[in-house]
C-alpha cells in the first residue's frame, strides 16, 4: 500500500528559509509532486521529482532521494503569502500508464512578520 | 492558469436529495479525477476516468457515482445525499505521457453541506 508521512504543521519567519520533509513507503513509484493550497482553494502545482537530486524553481526546490523514500520542499525569502498547506503527493506506478496521485495529510506552514 | 471549471461551489441541501457536481476542463485532457477532502486531512481519490466511457473507484470507498460521455466533462452524482456525505469535493485533470509531468490541474472545488 501507500503511506506519506509530513510534518502536521510548522512556524517560520518572513524572509527565513523552511524546510518541509515527506516520507513516503509505496509498492510502486513514478514521481513526487509538491503542491500548495490556500485555505479554502484549489491545490496548486509547485515542483515534480522523479530522479533523485534538486530541482530549482525560483524561491522554491524540491529534493528527491527514492532509495530514502524521502523528499523536501525548501522555500527561501518567505514572505507572507507563503502562509499555506503544502502537500506532497507521489504518483502510483503500477499498472502501466496510471496516473493516480496518493496524497499526503499536507503540512500547514504558518510565516510570521 | 488551469482551465478546469466546478459548479457549484457551495451547496447546502436536506438528506435524500439527490445532487450533481459538475467538472468541465477545456485543456483536452484525457484524464479527469475526484478527490473528496474533510478539512485538515489529505485529498481521497474517489473516482477517476482515463478517458470517454472510462470510469473507476479510487482508493477510498464512495456512494458517489461518475460518467464520462465526453472528453471535457465528469460529473459526480449522489443518488439520496447523507450528512456524512458532507465534504469538499476536488476535481482534477491531467495529460500522461510526453514530456510533460503529468501535474493534476485542480478545479476550486465543490463544499458540500449535508443537513
Known amino acids: 500500500g501507500q503511506n506519506i508521512d509530513q510534518p502536521t504543521e510548522m512556524t517560520a519567519t518572513e524572509g527565513a528559509i523552511v524546510q518541509i520533509n515527506c516520507t513516503y513507503q509505496?509498492?510502486?513509484?513514478?514521481?513526487l509532486f509538491w503542491y500548495q493550497q490556500h485555505a479554502g482553494e484549489a491545490p496548486t502545482f509547485l515542483s515534480y521529482?522523479?530522479?533523485?537530486g534538486l530541482e530549482e524553481k525560483g524561491r522554491f526546490s524540491s529534493f528527491l532521494s527514492r532509495s530514502k523514500g524521502y523528499s523536501y520542499l525548501l522555500l527561501k525569502e518567505l514572505q507572507m503569502k507563503d502562509s499555506a498547506s503544502y502537500l506532497c503527493?507521489?504518483?502510483?506506478?503500477?499498472?502501466?500508464?496510471?496516473?493516480?496521485?496518493?496524497f499526503g495529510t499536507g503540512t500547514l506552514l504558518a510565516v510570521q512578520p | 492558469e488551469a482551465d478546469i471549471y466546478q459548479t457549484p461551489r457551495y451547496l447546502v441541501i436536506g438528506t435524500g436529495k439527490k445532487i450533481t457536481l459538475e467538472c468541465s476542463q477545456t485543456?483536452?485532457?484525457?484524464?479527469m479525477y475526484w478527490y473528496q477532502q474533510d478539512p485538515g486531512m489529505e485529498l481521497h481519490l474517489i473516482h477517476y476516468?482515463?478517458?470517454?466511457?472510462?470510469?473507476e473507484k479510487g482508493d477510498l470507498s464512495s456512494e458517489s457515482t461518475v460518467s464520462r460521455i465526453r472528453t471535457e466533462h465528469f460529473p459526480l452524482t449522489l443518488e439520496s445525499a447523507r450528512p456524512s456525505h458532507t465534504s469538499q469535493y476536488l476535481c482534477?485533470?491531467?495529460?500522461?505521457?510526453?514530456?510533460?509531468?503529468?501535474?493534476?490541474?485542480f478545479g476550486e472545488g465543490s463544499r458540500l453541506t449535508v443537513l
Open positions: 482534477a485533470s491531467s495529460e500522461f505521457g510526453g514530456a510533460g509531468t503529468g501535474e493534476l490541474f
Open positions: 509505496t509498492s510502486g513509484f513514478n514521481g
Open positions: 521529482n522523479v530522479l533523485d
Open positions: 503527493a507521489v504518483r502510483d506506478g503500477r499498472g502501466g500508464a496510471t496516473n493516480k496521485l496518493i
Open positions: 485543456m483536452g485532457h484525457d484524464k
Open positions: 476516468s482515463y478517458g470517454v466511457n472510462s470510469t
